[in-house]
């Protein structure tokens, strides 16, 4: 069975401040997409990243960068110079590669991240 | 803007009640999924269609259905509802032609509450 864990429930920074936020998980597939998604307050879930197992390249864009490790299972996601306006709960997730019509998403706790000016 | 829309936003309604969720995924989409977000279960996946078939289930409760239609909008039906399924309701969509995409976008979300 697949399963993320967010060992992290809350966090709380000051605005500025660098912030990683932890995923683990665990699969048994070979080939599997690892996600993050963030719901701010207004509630809806924006999509953040897609990463395949066989890429294991770190990626960058703007503020934010993923680390991918599989050696440690992790997936962690890093924020730069943190903004108030990053505050939410970010939610790190799974999905098996199999299937070719698509695939459910199995989603760690999430982390509630709080930037404070 | 995700493309994915879902009516109504919010719904109250009493214990014992029926009620349909509704859903239209993005353009070009096949693939549609249900999620529940509450606050002891945390998001779990409910149930997909692709293409007007049923693809794979999850923790969805025998009292919840849904199907997919040719246009393929979905509907989630939930029945005979209890206090603890007061919960945000999110569906989502993906291409689903090819394992080696499948991002799912994700509507806005029905909040129901159960009173």
């Known amino acids: 069975a697949q399963k993320v864990t967010q060992a992290q429930t809350e966090i709380s920074v000051v605005e500025k401040e660098d912030v990683t936020l932890d995923c683990v998980y665990e699969?048994?597939?070979?080939?599997?997409?690892l996600f993050w998604y963030k719901q701010p307050p207004s509630g809806e879930l924006v999509f953040l990243i897609r990463r395949n197992s066989f890429d294991e390249q770190n990626e960058i864009s703007g503020r934010y960068s993923w680390n991918f490790q599989k050696s440690t299972s992790s997936f962690n996601f890093t924020i730069t110079a943190s903004q108030v306006v990053d505050s939410a709960v970010y939610f790190c997730a799974l999905s098996e590669g199999k299937e070719t019509s698509g695939s459910r998403l199995t989603f760690g706790e999430g982390t509630q991240l709080t930037v404070n000016p | 803007d995700s493309g994915v829309t879902q009516t109504p936003k919010h719904l109250i309604t009493a214990t014992g009640q029926r009620v349909t969720l509704r859903c239209s995924p993005r353009?070009?989409?096949?693939?549609v999924y249900w999620y529940q977000q509450s606050l002891d279960q945390g998001l779990q996946f409910l149930i997909q269609y692709y293409n007007g078939e049923e693809r794979a289930k999850g923790n969805i409760l025998e009292r919840f259905s849904a199907q997919q239609f040719p246009d393929l909008h979905s509907e989630l039906n939930l029945s005979s509802l209890e206090l603890g399924d007061s919960a945000l309701y999110f569906c989502a969509s993906s291409v689903g032609t090819q394992a080696t995409y499948n991002e799912q976008f994700f509507g806005p979300g029905t909040r129901l509450t159960v009173l």
């Open positions: 353009s070009g989409d096949l693939s």
């Open positions: 699969t048994r597939d070979t080939t599997y997409y």
